[in-house]
């Protein structure tokens, strides 16, 4: 999928979870547990990267980079790297801290997308939190049906200003409104509500059937809201580009 290259400005691989090489740029998706964090991952990218249910322990932060050879590497609290054939063999990884994918996508010949874990009833933890924040675009996810709660605004707004200016809500599981009217009144309470702490907010159906299809089928690929995301990414990028020239 061509248009993806429009990612192509908008951040770069880095080796380190923390720290990134000089010039990078990073994508943070972030948001509570199961909110879909992984399905709109899929959807930007316009293939299925990331399983929403990996059974992996715990939840560990997860790195998606392009790379010419795909490649799955897990790395413990301690710092160990260990290259694996595949998702399950991650699962053998004592004290899982970060899971790495680099994969063949020339749309992200410079792009490093991370996804913040976040488990149920606890914070961010300091370390991801600060990643996130120093992120150069930051994508909420917030799930429709139960989109935009109390905890969920009392996280943004420990937000600074600068971080809310380049700040996206996704929502996700659209797919499973009931109906126009459903969408229509949860837009119109996110906008009243939500829109003070982001910059934009985009609509995601991308359920697995979704997300199958658009591998042949690039209306079904429009339909999980992944272009209309990787846009939204394009121009809030260049538009801090230009802001800092």
Request: net charge negative.
């Amino acid at each position: 999928m061509n248009d993806m290259l429009s990612l192509q400005d908008i951040v770069d691989e880095v080796d380190a979870r923390r720290d990134r090489l000089p010039g990078t740029r990073r994508i943070a998706i972030a948001g509570e547990f199961e909110s879909g964090k992984s399905s709109v991952i899929n959807a930007l990218l316009g293939k299925i990267i990331i399983p929403c249910n990996p059974g992996l322990r715990g939840r560990p932060l997860i790195k998606v980079n392009h790379s010419a050879q795909p490649l799955i590497v897990g790395q413990d609290s301690a710092g160990h790297a260990t290259e694996v054939n595949t998702i399950k063999d991650l699962r053998e990884i004592d004290d899982l801290a970060v899971c790495e994918f680099h994969i063949p996508v020339p749309g992200m010949a410079r792009t490093e997308i991370v996804e913040i874990p976040h488990q149920p009833g606890e914070n961010i933890a300091s370390d991801d939190f600060a990643m996130m924040l120093g992120a150069d675009l930051i994508v909420w996810v917030t799930i429709a049906s139960q989109a935009w709660r109390l905890s969920e605004k009392a996280t943004l707004e420990t937000f600074p200003s600068g971080a809310r200016r380049k700040s996206v809500l996704a929502i996700s599981r659209a797919d499973l409104l009931r109906d126009a009217e459903d969408w229509e009144k949860i837009e119109t309470r996110l906008q009243k509500e939500a829109s003070p702490y982001f910059s934009e907010m985009v609509f995601m159906q991308a359920s697995l059937r979704n997300l199958e299809a658009s591998r042949q089928n690039e209306q079904s690929w429009i339909k999980t809201g992944g272009p209309a995301l990787a846009g939204i990414a394009h121009d809030l990028a260049s538009a801090r580009q230009g802001a800092a020239a």
